[in-house]
């Protein structure tokens, strides 16, 4: 991945302090369309006047960029109280909630300053999980939209809420390590847990990871960046073997070794080059895995494409088998080792089954039958 000069001066003049040279701003803003730009960037260039007082910027572009942060911060306004009342619910039925990914930003964030979210996302325990999709899916306002391999996406009137079992898509044991890491604290009157800020750091990255190899949201490479140098600042994350070791418990480390080069290209005094190359250089294994990882693309675009190509198909014996095909190669190239350390065939079962939030491989088969028939 590779982030362009423009964007690495946006960064730095943001996180730099006071100091932002009139010519530097200048030079950012030479040929901008605004029109044609992306929210995430127009928004960081709102946050940069604001924190200039405008100087340098053309007085035509002030109003533009002004009128986009109060958009967003009105889409927070909006939008939030209808993630808070579900909150609130599931507080009072004593399920513990964490707030995570955007959501946890927030807390990292000053007050007021918009953070740019696709949706909200809560984890519950697991054994928690299908009483709080039952509950949320009661209130006013909500409906279930589908589910995957770590969440149930349930729509709401502003935004859609991804209630999530498992905080690592593919981290099959590491939810429990998380929460039992977590920091408590006061969220609109009722008790909720954010991340630890190494697992925070090593989650932003694991999740971007992902985004990338499937292809999704490769547009949101600014604010991922700004997401972990405000963790990395404000949790103090100094000791880079920690974070190492900790990205290795968790299954992630190679997601480190592949994102973290830009992160200290673009914040070196954060992440000094020496610290990149001690702790997180790619090794036999991770050159294995990009492989697998190439792989894996080739076999997510195919059957992606199948999909779009084939919207109108019944549900019949060649369509399960190719998304059998699809999910055992998923379940071989990128599921990770949990589930395969249960051998096959039950670690692939389970995969299978959760995969599709069923309580039972039986269940599942149930399901796809009637769809069938």
Same mark, same amino acid.
């Given at each position: 991945?590779?982030?362009?000069?423009?964007?690495?001066?946006?960064?730095?003049?943001?996180?730099?302090?006071?100091?932002?040279?009139?010519?530097?701003?200048?030079?950012?803003?030479?040929?901008?369309?605004?029109?044609?730009?992306?929210?995430?960037?127009?928004?960081?260039?709102?946050?940069?006047?604001?924190?200039?007082? *405008?100087?340098?910027?053309?007085?035509?572009?002030?109003?533009?960029?002004?009128?986009?942060?109060?958009?967003?911060?009105?889409?927070?306004?909006?939008?939030?109280?209808?993630?808070?009342?579900?909150?609130?619910?599931?507080?009072?039925?004593?399920? @513990?909630?964490?707030?995570?990914?955007?959501?946890?930003?927030?807390?990292?964030?000053?007050?007021?300053?918009?953070?740019?979210?696709?949706?909200?996302?809560?984890?519950?325990?697991?054994?928690?999980?299908?009483?709080?999709?039952?509950?949320?899916?009661?209130?006013?306002?909500?409906?279930?939209?589908?589910?995957?391999?770590?969440?149930?996406?349930?729509?709401? @009137?502003?935004?859609?809420?991804?209630?999530?079992?498992?905080?690592?898509?593919?981290?099959?044991?590491?939810?429990?390590?998380?929460?039992?890491?977590?920091?408590?604290?006061?969220?609109?009157?009722?008790?909720?847990?954010?991340?630890? @800020?190494?697992?925070?750091?090593?989650?932003?990255?694991?999740?971007?990871?992902?985004?990338?190899?499937?292809?999704?949201?490769?547009?949101?490479?600014?604010?991922?960046?700004?997401?972990?140098?405000?963790?990395?600042?404000?949790?103090?994350?100094?000791? *880079?073997?920690?974070?190492?070791?900790?990205?290795?418990?968790?299954?992630?480390?190679?997601?480190?070794?592949?994102?973290? @080069?830009?992160?200290?290209?673009?914040?070196?005094?954060?992440?000094?080059?020496?610290?990149?190359?001690?702790?997180?250089?790619?090794?036999?294994?991770?050159?294995?895995?990009?492989?697998?990882?190439?792989?894996?693309?080739?076999?997510?675009?195919?059957?992606?494409?199948?999909?779009?190509?084939?919207?109108?198909?019944?549900?019949?014996?060649?369509?399960?088998?190719?998304?059998?095909?699809?999910?055992?190669?998923?379940?071989?190239?990128?599921?990770?080792?949990?589930?395969?350390?249960?051998?096959?065939?039950?670690?692939?079962?389970?995969?299978?089954?959760?995969?599709?939030?069923?309580?039972?491989?039986?269940?599942?088969?149930?399901?796809?039958?009637?769809?069938?028939?």
């Amino acid at each position: 991945m590779e982030i362009g000069k423009q964007d690495k001066t946006l960064l730095r003049l943001l996180f730099s302090g006071s100091s932002c040279p009139a010519d530097e701003v200048s030079s950012l803003l030479a040929g901008l369309d605004i029109d044609g730009e992306r929210a995430e960037r127009l928004l960081l260039l709102a946050l940069l006047g604001i924190k200039t007082d *405008w100087r340098a910027f053309p007085a035509s572009l002030r109003p533009r960029l002004e009128g986009i942060y109060r958009s967003m911060r009105l889409r927070d306004i909006y939008g939030v109280p209808w993630l808070n009342g579900q909150i609130r619910r599931l507080a009072a039925a004593g399920i @513990p909630v964490m707030i995570i990914k955007g959501m946890a930003m927030r807390t990292y964030y000053a007050p007021g300053v918009p953070r740019e979210m696709s949706d909200f996302d809560l984890a519950v325990p697991k054994e928690r999980f299908e009483e709080a999709r039952d509950l949320a899916l009661s209130a006013e306002g909500a409906a279930k939209a589908y589910d995957s391999i770590h969440s149930q996406t349930i729509i709401g @009137p502003q935004k859609d809420l991804d209630l999530h079992f498992r905080i690592f898509k593919y981290g099959v044991n590491t939810s429990p390590l998380i929460w039992e890491r977590a920091a408590a604290f006061e969220y609109e009157g009722v008790r909720v847990f954010v991340p630890a @800020p190494e697992d925070m750091f090593i989650h932003i990255i694991d999740n971007k990871a992902r985004d990338e190899i499937r292809g999704e949201h490769t547009g949101r490479r600014l604010m991922w960046l700004c997401d972990l140098e405000r963790v990395a600042e404000k949790g103090d994350i100094k000791d *880079w073997k920690s974070v190492r070791d900790r990205a290795e418990e968790l299954g992630s480390l190679y997601y480190l070794k592949d994102l973290l @080069p830009v992160f200290s290209e673009v914040f070196p005094e954060r992440l000094p080059p020496a610290e990149l190359e001690k702790y997180f250089t790619k090794d036999a294994a991770d050159r294995k895995k990009e492989r697998q990882l190439s792989e894996y693309k080739r076999c997510f675009k195919d059957y992606r494409d199948y999909l779009a190509s084939h919207k109108e198909e019944k549900y019949g014996i060649s369509r399960a088998l190719r998304a059998l095909s699809f999910y055992r190669r998923t379940y071989s190239l990128y599921a990770g080792p949990d589930y395969r350390s249960a051998g096959a065939p039950v670690g692939f079962i389970e995969f299978f089954r959760e995969t599709h939030h069923e309580g039972s491989m039986a269940a599942f088969l149930l399901r796809y039958i009637k769809k069938i028939v």
